[in-house]
């Protein structure tokens, strides 16, 4: 813990940052934020990246060492069990979250696991092209999962993709009727990295205007904009930021958890509560278990930033008229094109899509098996299958050349 003094908290032994942003006029009063870690949850979008179970404890138990008191688990991929089994088993110093789905969550809350993610893609674009059902029908689905959450003895965080993209009204009345379903938080989530710092503030300032429910963001890197944008959401008095370490995460990758922890400290004067001096030995951990080097969440030209292990809602939206809104711009407007692999969080789109590339077609039956096994071989190759493995695959559950 760093000692401050009041009158000159920009100052301290090991630091000196602009008297300015300790000025009245835009000064923020400094207060515990919760850092939400989805280093595991987003890595498991992640293209080129396969965790273990190992993988996801070893992470898990220095992100607790360091003082991280929130992480969160994807009930979607193979060995999602085994995983909250065995994290829930450690008895770490965080909350588990994961995510509502039915089916599933039900054996995670078995294992004493008290927090969950109810989704509600809020994104009238996607909803219109993507889930091809009506408002009305969506969100009477996300009520009824957020009152089976409560009677399950959940503590419920509404998440929003789409946020950013979402009307005001929208967004009002989905919290709103969450909250009075017994949600005690609403995640804005800018899903595509487009929205800018005071867009963030605004909306958690809203939201919080609207509601008694704790406002936490969750905010993607694709304009470089990911840190930048969590703080401004603390300008605006949310009470939970989403972070990665590495800034691990699908595309571009999320608000890196280093940078926002030293930001809070260093700029704002908060005490995080994180243990700054295990900061570089996490991120060497996490880079080693990754095989991904830093630079591979760069925006628009790093490795990530346009690749993707599914495909099913991107020809969606394509299919609707409404590509642009699959991506943070085309990526053909700077001269590359979504790059998809086929991996642990793969979906049928994605199959269906890499057989067609390569001439082939497979029945509904077929497509299911290859999916399961590709995703089964993604996790035990710890990385997406090259071609060879994936055509193997495929060639062995019958797929065959589109006549």
């Not at 996300?142 to 005001?168: D, K, Q, Y």
Request: proline content about 4%; overall charge negative; some cysteine.
């Amino acid at each position: 813990m760093v000692t401050r003094n009041p009158e000159q908290p920009w100052l301290t032994p090991y630091w000196a940052a602009s008297q300015h942003n300790f000025d009245p006029a835009i000064a923020v009063p400094p207060r515990r934020v919760a850092l939400h870690d989805i280093t595991v949850r987003d890595g498991e979008e992640c293209a080129d990246l396969a965790f273990s179970v190992a993988d996801k404890v070893r992470i898990a138990e220095a992100l607790a060492r360091a003082g991280i008191r929130r992480m969160e688990l994807f009930l979607t991929v193979p060995g999602w069990l085994e995983t909250v089994r065995a994290i829930v088993r450690r008895k770490l110093d965080l909350d588990l979250y994961v995510t509502w789905r039915p089916g599933r969550v039900e054996r995670a809350l078995d294992l004493g696991v008290r927090h969950v993610m109810v989704w509600y893609r809020i994104g009238e674009v996607h909803q219109r092209h993507v889930s091809n059902r009506d408002r009305e029908a969506l969100l009477d689905e996300m009520l009824s999962a957020v009152r089976a959450a409560r009677e399950a003895g959940a503590v419920v965080n509404l998440f929003l993709p789409e946020s950013t993209r979402a009307s005001l009204e929208h967004l009002r009345a989905a919290a709103q009727a969450a909250e009075r379903e017994g949600a005690s938080a609403v995640t804005v989530v800018d899903s595509q990295g487009v929205a800018r710092p005071a867009t963030i503030t605004y909306l958690v300032r809203q939201l919080k205007s609207w509601t008694r429910l704790g406002v936490e963001v969750h905010c993607h890197n694709d304009f470089g904009l990911a840190t930048a944008n969590v703080l401004a959401a603390y300008d605006g008095g949310a009470d939970a930021l989403n972070v990665s370490v590495n800034g691990v995460g699908y595309r571009a990758g999320n608000a890196a958890l280093d940078e926002v922890v030293m930001a809070l400290e260093v700029l704002y004067g908060v005490d995080t509560g994180v243990r700054l001096e295990l900061l570089p030995g996490l991120a060497r951990l996490v880079e080693e278990i990754s095989g991904l080097p830093n630079g591979y969440f760069k925006p628009v030209v790093g490795q990530g930033a346009f690749a993707y292990e599914q495909w099913g809602t991107l020809a969606a939206l394509a299919a609707g008229g409404a590509r642009a809104y699959a991506f943070p711009y085309e990526p053909e407007v700077i001269g590359r094109g979504p790059r998809l692999v086929i991996g642990k969080w793969s979906d049928l789109g994605a199959v269906k899509q890499r057989l067609a590339e390569f001439g082939l077609g497979a029945s509904a039956q077929q497509l299911q098996a290859i999916l399961l096994r590709s995703q089964r071989a993604g996790v035990a190759a710890h990385r997406p299958l090259t071609d060879e493995e994936f055509l193997a695959i495929a060639q062995e559950e019958g797929a065959s050349p589109i006549e």
